[in-house]
């Protein structure tokens, strides 16, 4: 018995039966999802930073956090970030214990005091001399960046329209398999996908890239914006 390929994604044959133009007249149809996406440069990168301090009392940690996170500041303003793109979360404490195997108690040693500074660079270019920094001043912690595009709208306009285009290929490759062509679009629906962050690329591992200075090891890729739709199209006698 012979039996059909699959066609790349999941695909369906049907009738309809409910409601519209072919279904009234109980046109055949072929459906098929498509996949289309489209990639960019990012030019923001958002980043994270922790500035943590154990002390035996929360004064002493809130003031040592307190001069981390103004250094912080002081740094994404020297680069060039305006104050609505510096963000700092509020004050976190909590008691630091320590067990104590003889015992078998949690002995304390006194507080865990941290806070988060949020950034959101948009010269792509000055990535790595401010993360470089950043982790100069004495940061205890330290995200990946999160890489965007200010192109998103028009990405996903340009993804759209290809996974259209791959749902319509894919409909008139079943369509010619059945001995039939494909007639008129009779309904499409979408369903997008965030944008997919590329990783970070760090310091090369090669010989000759050892002298790189850290800030000049920081690489963004490219950002990608995935769309998806479904496509439902009349199924005509060749």
Do not use: N
Request: overall charge negative.
């Amino acid at each position: 018995m012979l039996r059909a390929p699959v066609i790349g994604c999941f695909c369906i044959l049907a009738f309809l039966l409910g409601s519209g133009s072919a279904a009234a007249t109980g046109q055949a149809t072929v459906t098929a999802a498509g996949t289309g996406w489209a990639e960019t440069e990012p030019d923001i990168a958002r980043l994270r930073f922790g500035v943590t301090a154990r002390t035996p009392t929360v004064a002493e940690g809130r003031d040592e956090v307190a001069r981390g996170v103004a250094r912080l500041i002081a740094l994404a303003r020297d680069t060039g970030l305006a104050d609505e793109h510096i963000a700092t979360a509020v004050l976190s404490v909590r008691p630091d214990r320590e067990y104590d195997p003889e015992t078998r108690t949690q002995r304390d040693k006194g507080y865990v005091v941290s806070r988060e500074v949020r950034l959101k660079l948009t010269d792509i270019g000055r990535l790595g001399e401010l993360i470089e920094a950043a982790l100069g001043l004495g940061v205890t912690e330290a995200s990946p960046p999160v890489f965007e595009s200010s192109r998103r709208d028009a990405l996903a306009a340009e993804a759209l329209a290809a996974a259209a285009r791959d749902a319509r290929m894919r409909a008139a490759a079943m369509a010619e398999a059945l001995d039939g062509r494909l007639g008129p679009p009779v309904s499409l629906r979408s369903g997008g996908a965030p944008p997919q962050p590329r990783p970070m690329m760090m310091r090369s591992a090669s010989a000759e890239a050892d002298d790189i200075p850290g800030e000049q090891t920081y690489q963004a890729g490219l950002v990608r914006v995935t769309e998806s739709v479904v496509a439902t199209f009349e199924l005509r006698a060749p």
